[in-house]
């Protein structure tokens, strides 16, 4: 389904979660001044500013995300000298000479990328020899609870009539081992992270779901289903919704590569 302004918009108030992977991932990427860093899946780009803000003013970032309800925020309000925005996906980065970045930041978004192959092997050719990938995303090799609920929900009448067309794939440590090797990224470190996700309750929870898929998480179903899934899915939240909230176990695969 097509992103929209109002999910775009309530990414950015609604993404501590990413927020704080990034900051875990930035630390182990080692971003530092002056260099060219390519920011995959920018969204709104408030990660990317602070990409910014690390390469200081001789470096630069650039964010590409296929949303233009995203990009557009994201041109609007993060402008800076050294820093840009485009439209675009991981799968093809032909935009950009080979050898051009010295780092490649990737958080939260791989599990969107349809061709993850092509991907990594585009990471591969943009980066200069010795330059560093970052990963961070869901592991495929834990389920969380919000996969769980999704499969439930969806596999209900009348939501099993239509399957979803791009579906997240979370990597499990082995297909992530098997990519990277084929990509030439045989130089890696992979940490397995368990973080919790807290939300204040079920609507806090479907909120953040819904803003971080852009929709996604109703799968296939059309527009006017989506209430009455919501309330299904909204019920099962409840369950799990104690005086402290919702705490949510997740896994994620931490990557950091070199381009040899
Ligand atoms: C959960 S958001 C993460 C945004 C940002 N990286 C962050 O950590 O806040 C996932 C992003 O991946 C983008 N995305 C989806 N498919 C993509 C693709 N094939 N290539 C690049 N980005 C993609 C979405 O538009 C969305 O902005």
Redesign the pocket.
């Known amino acids: 389904m097509a992103?929209t302004e109002e999910l775009?918009r309530g990414?950015t108030l609604a993404?501590q979660t990413?927020?704080d992977?990034?900051t875990f991932l930035l630390k182990k990427l080692n971003i530092t001044r002056d260099m060219r860093v390519l920011?995959?899946?920018?969204?709104?780009g408030?990660?990317?500013a602070r990409i910014a803000e690390l390469v200081g003013q001789n470096g630069s970032v650039v964010?590409?995300?296929?949303?233009k309800e995203?990009i557009a925020i994201a041109i609007n309000e993060r402008a800076k000298p050294n820093i840009s925005f485009q439209e675009?996906?991981?799968?093809d980065l032909s935009q950009f000479p080979t050898n051009s970045f010295d780092a490649i930041?990737?958080?939260?978004?791989l599990h969107?990328?349809?061709?993850q192959p092509t991907?990594l092997k585009e990471f591969g050719r943009v980066l200069r020899s010795g330059g560093r990938l970052g990963i961070?995303g869901g592991s495929g090799d834990f389920v969380a609870a919000h996969e769980k609920i999704k499969a439930d929900i969806l596999s209900r009448n009348p939501y099993s009539m239509y399957p979803e067309q791009?579906p997240p794939k979370f990597l499990k440590m082995l297909e992530l081992i098997d990519l990277l090797d084929m990509a030439g990224f045989q130089e890696r470190e992979i940490i397995r992270r368990k973080i919790v996700k807290s939300a204040e309750g079920a609507d806090a929870m479907l909120n953040w779901l819904d803003?971080?898929?852009?929709g996604k998480t109703y799968g296939g179903i059309p527009l006017e289903l989506r209430p009455k899934a919501r309330e299904e899915m909204k019920r099962e939240w409840d369950k799990l919704t104690t005086k402290d909230g919702i705490q949510m176990e997740m896994e994620l695969l931490v990557t950091i590569a070199i381009r040899t």
Request: proline share 5%.
């Open positions: 992103d775009a990414y993404n990413q927020q992977t990034a920011d995959i899946g920018c969204g709104p408030d990660i990317t964010g590409i995300d296929p949303s995203r675009g996906i991981a799968e930041f990737v958080n939260s978004t969107w990328v349809q061709d991907a961070s791009s803003t971080s898929s852009s």
